[in-house]
């Protein structure tokens, strides 16, 4: 750990600065300046190519490929020298412009067309793409495919314990049983149908002017189809283009995320404090790690501190999504700037949720099923029998047997034995009586069976 990360007020890019280097270069002051030096760029592209727009001819192969090479190889020097200018312009994205100018004018053939840079661009028209952008590939390059990896586990947890059958419990208290792995199997489904709505968000963006219109862009070149122009553009950016904006795209987009994601999280936290409680239980084993310590003073301890700092993070996650999503559609009158602080710090939101997901990831890969254990606490509830015995009951008229089984059952210790003496004595057919003699609380399970091992089925 450097100097810098032991002085960063961050945690994100202090003591967990090695965890998130690839958000980093994406959703940091560096990587919004790169994102918005790729839209500058794409925009003259653009307007190079657009016939219509006589002012800027077609650019030749040599220059396209120098303009590339800014983009492809910007790097942190580059963006300290648009930093500098900043300096002056008080102005960032003005800043991204003068140094665009200014390394437009290393190649003779393109000095004369330096002003066509953020050509008829407000701000925003770069900044609500750079960050659909960064939003964009911090999903699908850091963020869901962490998911996967949780998902892969989960899935694979719940088929390889599909048969381990398990004490439920509702309210804290014995309830009937259901298998390990089926209980992986829900959170992999409520996981599963999150993440789809994560990926059905649209990520939108516009370039339309001070206010949406196109005014400057109609004043100087009325013949050109700006809006059709503007489409084009952002959909070869990759996004959705939103033809109806203020001065601003109107960060519906990031609601919508901001809420899959907060999903995400609500599912991964429930997920978290069950196997916490399940470690506690002693359900989960967890595996040592040679030289690690689990207490300052207590030499026995193995805490299970991954998924507490899960749980942990995915709370600071969730506080700052919530009000990204609440703050953030919200704009007055055609704009101001309240959102513009508020947004860069959508990459802390990420990271956190990168560093709640890669500690559930690792505490995943400590914990081992006990097997024994999860099998003497089903021996010690056979109270939860008394559920099959009184359904099986109304089905043969058997009066108040609700009733019957709450007087035997409720609050007081029942052996198998005690159990079996009240199944024998009901006046049920002997097919019955004898199928429920047979039950015992680790074969009282349902379909759970099935319903882990066909996870994949619901995709």
């Known amino acids: 750990m450097d100097t810098h990360a032991l002085t960063a007020l961050s945690p994100l890019d202090g003591r967990y600065a090695q ?33 219509a727009f006589t002012a800027l001819p077609e650019l030749s192969r040599e220059d396209g490929q120098f303009l590339d090479r800014l983009v492809e190889e ?90 381990m059958p398990m004490l439920s419990r509702t309210h804290g208290q014995t309830a009937s049983p259901t298998t390990l792995g089926k209980e992986m199997a829900n959170v992999v489904f409520r996981l599963r149908r999150q993440r789809r709505a994560l990926d059905q968000v649209e990520v939108t963006g516009k370039i339309n002017g001070a206010v949406g219109n196109f005014n400057a862009h109609m004043a100087a070149c009325p013949d050109v189809d700006w809006p059709a122009l503007a489409r084009d553009f952002v959909e070869d950016l990759g996004l959705v283009w939103n033809p109806y904006t203020t001065q601003i795209e109107p960060h519906d987009m990031i609601a919508e995320a901001a809420h899959a994601l907060m999903r995400i999280n609500t599912v ?59 703050k953030l559609p919200v704009s007055r009158f055609q704009r ?78 029942i052996d198998r034995e005690s159990i079996r003496q009240f199944i024998a004595e009901l006046d049920i057919s002997e097919a019955d009586r004898d199928r429920l003699l047979e039950l015992t609380p680790s074969t009282y399970i349902g379909n759970a069976i099935q319903m882990a091992r066909d996870i994949d089925r619901y995709v």
Not at 31 to 46: C, N, P, S, T
Not at 76 to 95: L, P
Not at 298 to 314: A, R, T, W, Y
Request: charged share 25%.
């Open 19 to 51: 965890k998130l280097a690839g958000l980093r270069w994406l959703a940091s002051e560096a990587g919004l300046i790169r994102h918005r030096v790729r839209v500058e760029v794409a925009w003259f592209k653009a307007l190079a190519d657009e016939a």
């Open 74 to 163: 910007f790097g942190e020097v580059d963006a300290a020298a648009v930093k500098a200018i900043e300096k002056t312009t008080n102005h960032d994205v003005k800043a991204v412009e003068y140094w665009l100018k200014e390394r437009l004018t290393e190649r003779e053939s393109l000095k004369p067309y330096t002003e066509f840079v953020h050509f008829a661009c407000t701000s925003e028209d770069i900044n609500n793409l750079a960050w659909a952008l960064i939003i964009k590939h911090s999903v699908i390059e850091e963020l869901d495919p962490l998911l996967a990896q949780i998902d892969k586990r989960l899935a694979a947890m719940a088929k390889d314990t599909a048969q």
């Open 268 to 326: 991964l936290l429930d997920f978290a404090r069950d196997a916490w409680g399940y470690v506690s239980w002693g359900y989960f084993r967890q595996k040592l790690v040679e030289g690690e310590v689990g207490s300052s003073t207590m030499p026995h301890k193995v805490n299970p501190i991954d998924f507490e700092n899960g749980e942990g993070n995915l709370g600071l996650a969730n506080a700052l999504l919530d009000h990204l999503a609440g």
């Open 336 to 413: 101001d700037l309240t959102d513009s602080t508020v947004q860069r710090s959508l990459g802390s939101a990420f990271g956190y949720c990168s560093l709640a997901w890669q500690s559930i990831l690792k505490g995943l890969d400590r914990i081992a099923p006990n097997e024994q254990r999860l099998a003497e606490d089903l021996e010690r509830a056979w109270e939860v029998l008394a559920e099959a015995v009184q359904t099986v009951m109304r089905l043969h008229g058997v009066p108040e047997p609700y009733e019957k089984l709450k007087a035997l059952t409720r609050g007081r210790g």
